[in-house]
């Protein structure tokens, strides 16, 4: 179902990515964006009848207060909200105690470069498989130290961080991605009559998925090669020279630590590997392992997002029985600690709950800015170009909403429908390309929750992340283009591949080179110093 308001439902994101790149204000900018989206939907409306307040002025205040009240009361939201709030205050205790200094000490006798500090994150991102909400949120905590020591930008955390979230939880069969693309594909393939469904549907759409593929590879390449272009390379010089100005403090880095240098670097890992396990078996739980089902079954239908809030509750009990009896923090600091650790996560909170307000806006029961972006593929579409095509609406639909899982919901009916009447054979190619158009929209977009949970780990401006990320997104999005198109004529999963990675390491030589360029010109501008 096309949109009845047509090229005015895509204003509210238009509005929002505006306001915010120009203001650099995202909360203000998002509010602005479901206003302007509700003005439309009551403007506009072909049927009065169905506004709950017809007035063309009420109308959208009322319209806009019970969207963000929805938003809000959303139980998916609370348990997010939540788990954000717990590991904010955890974080706070473990700084305040002393943890997090020590453990950038620590580091120092092993993480001596910048490219080891960049590599160490990458390796910690595809480490943590099972939640792009929960890989977001800890890595950044953990190696923001050791980064600011080796002065790199808050920018180039956050996209190490952002690139290793979504992009590998969606490849990783057992997380909580999964479970959500099984579902929405298994009733479209059976209706069609594909052969395949399911959960091995959708493994063999895993080498076709040529963005998260391809952004993994980049962000070795570019930890290795340390390659700056766009607004990072600028973010970099800043930080370089010992300023760096995408860096957004938290409370804990400007709370006065009182105990710190008491805790060892020991007492922040504990509590991180005991928050990480203890996530995979409360998702495991959740999913029914302890009541008969298999591991996998357990996995694909686990509540990832309530599973997280009983590891935080449970890693908080943890964290007051290793630190209260051994005198590195009293019962009061620990609670002043965690409260301000909670007001710390206050505006991702906002943002968050503002984005998917901007997405309800421009969901099916409002303005259906999604359908008519998918309306805009056209069913004659040839097969060589079919999969290519599928890949840039999807990801125009997750870049505009912001909601991955929403993208999906959209695209795979007619992607499936258009694949069964023009190309069945390429199905899998076809659905790999929705299922990295998600990731690419997602890794694009300023409304996206992994975008903005990505900033707030690494303790950097929204914006500035937002901005620093694109041109890095867009050089793999391009590439997986170009792959895309290559596969459509050999349908042959791994030579498919093949041709996209190596295309990516071309492509990220060629930029290291000019970096490499640039960076020579700092050094003889004596803007910055020599670095590993």
Same mark, same amino acid.
């Given at each position: 179902?096309?949109?009845?308001?047509?090229?005015?439902?895509?204003?509210?994101?238009?509005?929002?990515?505006?306001?915010?790149?120009?203001?650099?204000?995202?909360?203000?900018?998002?509010?602005?964006?479901?206003?302007?989206?509700?003005?439309?939907?009551?403007?506009?409306?072909?049927?009065?009848?169905?506004?709950?307040?017809?007035?063309? #002025?009420?109308?959208?205040?009322?319209?806009?207060?019970?969207? /963000?009240?929805?938003?809000?009361?959303?139980?998916?939201? #609370?348990?997010?909200?939540?788990?954000?709030?717990? =590991?904010?205050?955890?974080?706070?205790? =473990?700084?305040?105690? %002393?943890?997090?200094?020590?453990?950038? +000490?620590?580091?120092?006798?092993?993480?001596?470069?910048?490219?080891?500090?960049?590599?160490?994150?990458?390796?910690?991102?595809?480490?943590?498989?099972?939640?792009?909400?929960?890989?977001? !949120?800890?890595? %950044?905590?953990?190696?923001?130290?050791?980064?600011?020591?080796?002065?790199?930008?808050?920018?180039?955390?956050?996209?190490?961080?952002?690139?290793?979230?979504?992009?590998?939880?969606?490849?990783?069969?057992?997380?909580?991605?999964?479970?959500?693309? #099984?579902?929405?594909?298994?009733?479209?393939?059976?209706?069609?009559?594909?052969?395949?469904?399911?959960?091995?549907?959708? /493994?063999?759409?895993?080498? @076709?998925? @040529?963005?998260?593929?391809?952004?993994? =590879?980049?962000?070795?390449?570019?930890?290795?090669?340390?390659?700056?272009?766009?607004?990072?390379?600028?973010?970099? &010089?800043?930080?370089?020279?010992?300023?760096?100005?995408?860096?957004? +403090?938290?409370?804990?880095?400007?709370?006065?630590?009182?105990?710190?240098?008491?805790?060892?670097?020991?007492? *922040?890992?504990?509590?991180? =590997?005991? *928050?990480?396990?203890?996530?995979?078996?409360?998702?495991?739980?959740?999913?029914?392992?302890?009541?008969?089902?298999?591991?996998?079954?357990?996995?694909?239908?686990?509540?990832?997002?309530? $599973?997280? #809030? @009983?590891?935080?509750?449970?890693?908080?009990?943890?964290?007051?029985?290793?630190?209260?009896?051994?005198? !590195?923090?009293?019962?009061? +600091?620990?609670?002043?600690?965690?409260?301000?650790?909670?007001?710390?996560?206050?505006?991702?909170?906002?943002?968050?709950?503002?984005?998917?307000?901007?997405?309800?806006?421009?969901?099916?029961?409002? *303005?259906?800015?999604?359908?008519?972006?998918?309306?805009?593929?056209?069913?004659?579409?040839?097969?060589? *170009?079919?999969?290519?095509?599928?890949?840039? $609406?999807?990801?125009?639909?997750?870049?505009?909403?912001?909601?991955?899982?929403?993208?999906?919901?959209?695209?795979?009916?007619?992607?499936?429908?258009?694949?069964?009447?023009?190309?069945?054979?390429?199905?899998?190619?076809?659905?790999?390309?929705?299922?990295?158009?998600?990731?690419?929209?997602?890794?694009?977009?300023?409304?996206?929750?992994?975008?903005?949970?990505?900033?707030?780990?690494?303790?950097?401006?929204?914006?500035?992340?937002?901005?620093?990320? /694109?041109?890095?997104?867009?050089?793999?999005?391009?590439?997986?283009?170009?792959?895309?198109?290559?596969?459509? /004529?050999? &349908?042959?999963?791994?030579?498919?591949?093949?041709?996209?990675?190596?295309?990516?390491?071309?492509?990220? @030589?060629?930029?290291?080179?000019?970096?490499?360029?640039? +960076?020579?010109?700092?050094?003889?501008?004596?803007?910055?110093?020599?670095?590993?």
């Amino acid at each position: 179902m096309a949109s009845a308001y047509g090229w005015l439902s895509l204003l509210p994101p238009i509005v929002a990515i505006t306001m915010a790149i120009k203001t650099r204000r995202p909360v203000s900018s998002l509010l602005a964006g479901v206003f302007v989206g509700y003005c439309i939907y009551v403007w506009f409306a072909p049927d009065k009848s169905v506004l709950a307040v017809p007035n063309p #002025v009420l109308g959208p205040f009322y319209e806009t207060i019970d969207a /963000l009240m929805a938003s809000f009361a959303d139980p998916e939201s #609370v348990s997010l909200f939540a788990f954000i709030a717990i =590991l904010g205050g955890i974080v706070q205790i =473990l700084v305040v105690a %002393g943890g997090a200094d020590a453990f950038a +000490e620590w580091s120092k006798t092993r993480i001596h470069t910048r490219r080891g500090a960049q590599l160490a994150t990458f390796g910690m991102g595809i480490s943590i498989l099972i939640d792009d909400y929960f890989n977001a !949120l800890t890595v %950044g905590n953990v190696m923001r130290p050791i980064t600011d020591r080796l002065r790199i930008s808050r920018a180039k955390l956050a996209y190490n961080i952002d690139s290793t979230s979504a992009p590998d939880t969606i490849l990783f069969p057992m997380s909580s991605w999964v479970a959500t693309c #099984v579902l929405l594909i298994s009733p479209m393939l059976e209706r069609y009559g594909f052969p395949d469904t399911g959960f091995p549907a959708f /493994l063999k759409t895993i080498p @076709y998925n @040529y963005y998260s593929w391809l952004t993994l =590879l980049f962000v070795i390449l570019v930890s290795w090669w340390d390659i700056n272009i766009g607004p990072m390379a600028e973010f970099e &010089r800043a930080a370089r020279a010992g300023h760096d100005v995408t860096r957004h +403090e938290t409370a804990a880095e400007n709370a006065d630590h009182g105990t710190t240098g008491k805790a060892r670097a020991s007492d *922040l890992m504990a509590p991180m =590997l005991v *928050l990480a396990s203890l996530a995979v078996l409360f998702m495991l739980g959740t999913g029914g392992l302890f009541a008969g089902r298999s591991l996998v079954d357990a996995m694909q239908n686990a509540d990832s997002t309530r $599973a997280l #809030v @009983y590891a935080g509750v449970a890693t908080l009990v943890f964290v007051f029985a290793l630190y209260i009896p051994r005198g !590195l923090m009293t019962v009061g +600091e620990f609670g002043e600690a965690f409260m301000a650790g909670i007001k710390d996560m206050i505006d991702a909170m906002a943002m968050l709950l503002l984005a998917w307000t901007v997405s309800k806006v421009m969901g099916d029961e409002v *303005l259906s800015t999604g359908p008519f972006v998918a309306s805009l593929v056209p069913t004659s579409t040839p097969v060589l *170009l079919l999969p290519l095509t599928i890949f840039i $609406a999807t990801g125009s639909i997750a870049f505009t909403t912001g909601v991955s899982w929403g993208a999906m919901g959209i695209m795979i009916p007619p992607a499936i429908a258009i694949c069964a009447r023009v190309a069945p054979d390429a199905i899998s190619i076809v659905l790999g390309g929705v299922f990295a158009g998600v990731i690419f929209g997602d890794h694009c977009s300023p409304l996206s929750d992994t975008t903005i949970l990505s900033s707030t780990g690494a303790g950097c401006n929204h914006i500035d992340h937002v901005r620093s990320q /694109l041109p890095y997104a867009l050089t793999s999005g391009t590439v997986a283009c170009m792959a895309f198109v290559f596969v459509a /004529l050999v &349908r042959n999963p791994w030579v498919g591949l093949a041709f996209g990675l190596a295309a990516m390491w071309v492509v990220a @030589y060629l930029l290291h080179r000019h970096s490499d360029r640039v +960076e020579a010109q700092w050094k003889e501008a004596g803007d910055i110093v020599d670095a590993s």
